[in-house]
């Protein structure tokens, strides 16, 4: 994939999605789920405050007798009856509106609730910057504090899930770290080693540990004498620890222009937590992002 457009193209090519927005009295989330639903995208069940709701419906000038409405008197009972939407089968996407993020995702990991599919939640980046000709994916910037392997590995099979997907057949993952030689003295370069070699026999290509300019820049690469099939091409970023994603992130978005799109994988569906810092064109695009996984996953079961 090239750009985030192309998930639009895909959402547009999709069966209506259910999206069920926890806490939908939130506006500028609200204005973005209208927006996936006017393009026919998704249907929609808003739970929250219901005065609030039909309010920023006015505004909008819709009509609320196409969307199902459910009442919530507190951010916890609109986290619970949203997942318990999804988990009696009336929704397919979970979406943050006003909630917290932990809230949401303590109702999530309910066990009764039965939504959780992998071993680990994590959280999934897709950027397009401008002057790149691909885009490029990033995980975990925003969950897993200081993983360990075995959450590594978690992290990294839930990213490959989310790639292949979106319709990547082979994805060329670096383990990003700060050298490319493993180091007892820098533990996340031993851990790039191991994690790389448990792929050996996979159809991906993962490499690393990569420095960042190894990754970016073939020609990096052979001024090191560094043997790489990634360099220049990579499609997908596995960091160490939640403090390197996020300034990686941050970096594409904040320096470089890039656009955005975001999920949190591992739960049975996608789980949306958009910031209300984020524009309405990005909480669009982790719309389309997480109808394209959700048809997807249905399509799989």
């Not at 959280?123 to 969950?143: C, I, K, Q, T």
């Amino acid at each position: 994939m090239k750009s985030l457009t192309e998930l639009f193209i895909k959402a547009d090519n999709l069966p209506k999605s259910r999206v069920v927005v926890a806490a939908a009295q939130e506006e500028a989330t609200l204005n973005a789920s209208l927006d996936a639903f006017r393009r026919g995208w998704i249907d929609l069940t808003l739970v929250g405050d219901l005065d609030k709701i039909r309010s920023i419906l006015s505004s909008a000038g819709m009509d609320c007798e196409d969307i199902r409405l459910i009442k919530a008197t507190t951010l916890e009972e609109a986290a619970v009856i949203s997942v318990r939407e999804i988990s009696e089968g009336r929704g397919d996407i979970l979406l943050k509106g006003l909630v917290d993020t932990s809230i949401l995702l303590k109702a999530v990991l309910n066990k009764e609730a039965g939504l959780r599919k992998s071993s680990l939640l994590s959280h999934f980046m897709v950027y397009e910057v401008p002057s790149w000709n691909r885009l490029v994916a990033l995980s975990d910037g925003g969950m897993n504090t200081h993983p360990d392997l075995p959450k590594k590995k978690a992290i990294l099979d839930n990213a490959l899930e989310a790639m292949q997907k979106l319709g990547y057949m082979s994805v060329k993952t670096c383990l990003l770290a700060a050298k490319e030689k493993p180091d007892p003295s820098m533990p996340a370069t031993v851990e790039a080693a191991e994690l790389a070699s448990m792929y050996d026999d996979s159809p991906h290509i993962v490499e690393g540990p990569m420095a960042l300019d190894l990754a970016l820049s073939r020609e990096s690469a052979e001024v090191k004498k560094y043997s790489s099939r990634i360099s220049g091409e990579v499609d997908l970023f596995i960091v160490s620890s939640i403090e390197v994603g996020n300034v990686l992130g941050k970096a594409f978005t904040l320096l470089a222009g890039a656009q955005s799109a975001g999920v949190i994988l591992g739960a049975s569906i996608p789980v949306l937590v958009v910031s209300r810092s984020d524009s309405r064109i990005t909480k669009l695009y982790s719309i389309a992002l997480g109808k394209v996984l959700a048809s997807n996953e249905r399509s799989g079961r």
